[in-house]
């Protein structure tokens, strides 16, 4: 099978959080591998892993790579460490190279000393905020069981305050019972692009539908398009939405969910680990573990695992049951000539 490159790493520089989410798959779904996680990336290891990009990215001649800074929490890093690491991990990267870097926050921890790195290194900022404040104190609660809507909203506020151009997005996991064109309207108003999010949970292990109505999110997710198409915040961009119409009038998925293209993205963990995408957690303990790192293992070794192979052979790998479905009988022709794997159909 040919091997697509790594373009893009969730980077864990803490593996602890100071919210304790209800949904949340990195420490309520049955995986505990954050407990024997160091709670800080080093340095040393910051270092190497920009090591291990730069060899990536001369074997396949990349111009660009994408860093995404979470947790955990990564605002629990304090600014001065936040630098060093930055710093550490561009060290050994060819200066040439455009480095994008994000970071995923619930904001509590927002200050101005933390926006001053931000600025410094041009790290872009997504906050998670679920909507108004019944919604987001629903699930979103401290370590305490305190709520959090407040804080995060003050967080907020001082970052558009201090560099507004470095907020970019907001995570919003849909609470189904919430009422969707509120929840859109509310979260419009701070000007940045909104990902609705699915709770991440199996068949095993179903999300809540009410009335037993399979549709419910589905429907959740049509009232606001119907509304954003008609001009209701069009200025916004709802990606998720906006994801499947670009799919459907040709063009290529961010959302690994809906294309069956190769991935391009590992998660590297706070002691260097090399893991899957870091959302498997909410499939079962280890699901994500490769057993490789980044001191011992190239991102090019990393390709061969079993879980990387898996996540870049398209439908090639698809169960024979799933392979019976109309959705895979009968592609669009436009699909099957934008994919870049091989069809076995």
């Not at 989410?21 to 290891?45: H, I, L, R």
């Not at 068949?203 to 037993?212: A, C, E, G, I």
């Not at 809906?258 to 680990?273: Q, R």
């Not at 959302?279 to 879980?307: R, W």
């Amino acid at each position: 099978m040919e091997k697509y490159p790594i373009i893009e790493l969730v980077v864990k520089i803490a593996s602890r959080c100071n919210l304790n989410c209800k949904y949340c798959y990195e420490y309520n779904m049955g995986d505990e591998t954050w407990k024997s996680a160091s709670k800080f990336m080093t340095n040393a290891v910051a270092e190497q892993l920009g090591k291990r990009i730069q060899e990536h990215i001369t074997e396949f001649q990349l111009k660009e790579y994408n860093l995404g800074l979470h947790g955990g929490e990564p605002l629990l890093m304090s600014p001065s460490k936040l630098d060093e690491l930055v710093c550490s991990l561009k060290s050994t990267i060819d200066p040439t190279v455009e480095l994008f870097f994000s970071l995923q926050t619930n904001a509590i921890l927002m200050s101005k000393e933390h926006i001053d790195i931000f600025k410094k290194h041009n790290i872009r900022i997504s906050i998670s905020l679920d909507g108004l404040k019944e919604t987001h104190d629903k699930n979103r609660i401290d370590l305490k069981g305190d709520p959090s809507w407040e804080r995060v909203i003050k967080g907020i506020q001082l970052l558009k305050q201090e560099a507004p151009e470095l907020f970019i997005g907001i995570l919003s996991v849909i609470d189904i019972e919430s009422d969707p064109i509120e929840t859109f309207d509310f979260l419009a108003q701070f000007e940045v692009d909104i990902d609705f999010l699915l709770p991440l949970k199996t068949f095993d292990n179903p999300p809540y539908y009410p009335n037993q109505e399979s549709v419910a999110y589905g429907k959740w997710y049509f009232r606001i398009y119907k509304e954003w198409i008609e001009g209701r915040n069009q200025h916004i961009d709802v990606r998720f939405i906006k994801n499947i119409i670009t799919q459907l009038i040709g063009g290529s998925a961010i959302y690994e969910v809906m294309t069956s293209s190769p991935i391009g993205l590992l998660t590297i963990s706070t002691d260097g680990n090399i893991e899957g995408v870091d959302c498997l957690k909410s499939i079962g303990e280890e699901i994500q573990v490769t057993d490789m790192n980044i001191f011992k293992n190239s991102f090019t070794e990393a390709l061969g695992h079993d879980i990387v192979k898996l996540r870049q052979s398209g439908i090639t790998d698809l169960h024979d049951k799933c392979k019976s479905c109309l959705l895979y009988t009968s592609p669009s022709p436009r699909d099957r000539q934008k994919s870049r794997m091989p069809s076995s159909a």
